[in-house]
């Protein structure tokens, strides 16, 4: 586990509400099991930025299935879908521009958050918004600060920390704490995918692109229409995802 633990315990001997984003990914798996181990359970509230059709099936009953009776809330936006948001701008996310992530995932979260703090006064606006963000995943991430104050946040009686308490552990110390603690990863890893969240993502590598699209041939269709009708690929070098994936739609 990383960063300062004397601060986290302080905020914990505070009463601060510890939120869990959980994807149903493996690493939010093991983030919740750290904080299970950590955080009294009348101050964890699990979040789950409800994608729709384009996320794994059975996502949220996984969490619901390894989070034990802790308080669980889904968001959405009201306003548009990842796919609908694609065929707006005629283009698919980048890793320089992720608007799936600010606009379905971050921005979501964040309003359910204040709203929770809202109705439960108990927690006096003290939040501690958790990820799952391991420094292992790439360049930029391990660049990231694991623990910070979210000044941006802190208002209207807000008080709001940022911490990705599985910061440094590896990819192998991921599995390894979920095994140990008696659960299995989502189903879609053992049918060989290594990530998990969107069924396509932006980030996905040829292997995981192709066994999707050989489990979701009904959504792979439908992303390779909207491929076509856009003029733009998901996949960062421009190729389609049949070239990518070797799979006609």
Not at 74 to 89: G, I, Q
Request: net charge positive.
């Amino acid at each position: 586990m990383s960063t300062t633990p004397a601060k986290i315990q302080d905020l914990i001997s505070r009463g601060a509400l510890f939120v869990i984003n959980h994807s149903a990914g493996k690493d939010s798996q093991a983030m919740a099991i750290v904080l299970r181990r950590l955080v009294p359970a009348k101050q964890l509230l699990v979040i789950h930025a409800d994608l729709g059709e384009v996320e794994w099936a059975g996502n949220v009953d996984h969490i619901h299935a390894t989070v034990g009776d802790l308080p669980i809330e889904t968001c959405r936006n009201p306003n548009k879908t990842l796919l609908e948001m694609v065929e707006r701008r005629g283009m698919w996310p980048s890793p320089s521009h992720r608007q799936c992530t600010s606009d379905l995932k971050r921005g979501p979260i964040e309003r359910t958050i204040r709203q929770y703090l809202k109705a439960h006064p108990e927690f006096g606006g003290l939040v501690v918004n958790c990820m799952g963000i391991r420094a292992e995943e790439s360049a930029a991430r391990s660049k990231q600060t694991p623990f910070r104050f979210h000044a941006g946040n802190s208002k209207a009686g807000r008080e709001w920390y940022d911490w990705l308490p599985i910061f440094e552990m590896s990819k192998a110390d991921v599995f390894a704490l979920i095994r140990e603690a008696g659960q299995t990863p989502h189903p879609a890893y053992a049918a060989g995918m290594s990530r998990l969240s969107c069924v396509f993502c932006i980030m996905a590598n040829r292997s995981d692109l192709k066994t999707a699209a050989r489990l979701n041939p009904s959504l792979y269709r439908k992303y390779v229409e909207l491929e076509r009708r856009i003029g733009h690929t998901l996949a960062m070098d421009g190729r389609g995802l049949e070239e990518v994936t070797g799979i006609a739609a």
